[in-house]
């Protein structure tokens, strides 16, 4: 997404996700940068504050409403690792549960939408673990669970970290389907 400024602490996920994540697409777009042309999205933020929220990015514009329903992917995590990714502390980002584009990256929502399964991460950290799942299509199998630190998987996400190369190092621990896992990289190609 486009560079935003940063979100008052007092944020809510409901003005999160009903308006400033709306607001933030139309800039993007705007900006001309490549989004998904026909894609659902959903949040499941657990804990006090939290709720469910429905996204739909068609036509190249984003629409919001408070509740669940189908979805290509389901994003669920602690409404405390919410906030620490959409105000970005504890060494958590955005990017953490908002699909983000990189330069020379092509939209991959086609691939995300043929991808069936859930993967779940432990993202560890100073204090508690971030930990957020990824649910694809409403699916709950292949289940995968990754483990690494947090700091190394915004770099993998970042391209400053191949993900062979850490798996082969020993920086990322996997429990469940690998092939699974194989389908989730083929989205950062």
């Known amino acids: 997404m486009a560079e935003q400024p940063p979100l008052p602490e007092s944020v809510t996920p409901a ?3 009903e308006e400033l994540l709306p607001m933030g697409f139309a800039a993007q777009a705007q900006s001309g940068e490549a989004a998904p042309q026909d894609f659902r999205l959903q949040f499941h933020v657990t804990g006090d504050g939290g709720g469910d929220w429905s996204l739909h990015i068609s036509e190249g ?5 408070k509740g669940s329903g189908e979805a290509h ?16 502390r504890n060494g958590a980002a955005l990017s953490l549960i908002i699909p983000q584009g990189r330069q020379g990256r092509p939209d991959n929502s086609a691939r995300a939408r043929a991808l069936k399964g859930t993967m779940a991460l432990e993202l560890a950290r100073e204090g508690s673990p971030f930990q957020v799942e990824m649910c694809f299509n409403n699916s709950t199998a292949p289940r995968t669970k990754l483990r690494m630190t947090l700091s190394d998987y915004l770099d993998m996400q970042a391209g400053k970290l191949n993900g062979q190369q ?3 190092a020993g920086k990322i621990k996997v429990e469940g389907d690998m092939g699974f896992l194989m389908q989730i990289a083929s989205l950062n190609m």
């Open 166 to 168: 850490a798996f082969m």
């Open 61 to 65: 514009k984003m629409t919001a409403s």
């Open 73 to 88: 992917l389901t994003v669920t995590l602690s409404c405390e690792d919410w906030r620490d990714a959409v105000l970005g």
């Open 15 to 17: 003005q999160f996700f």
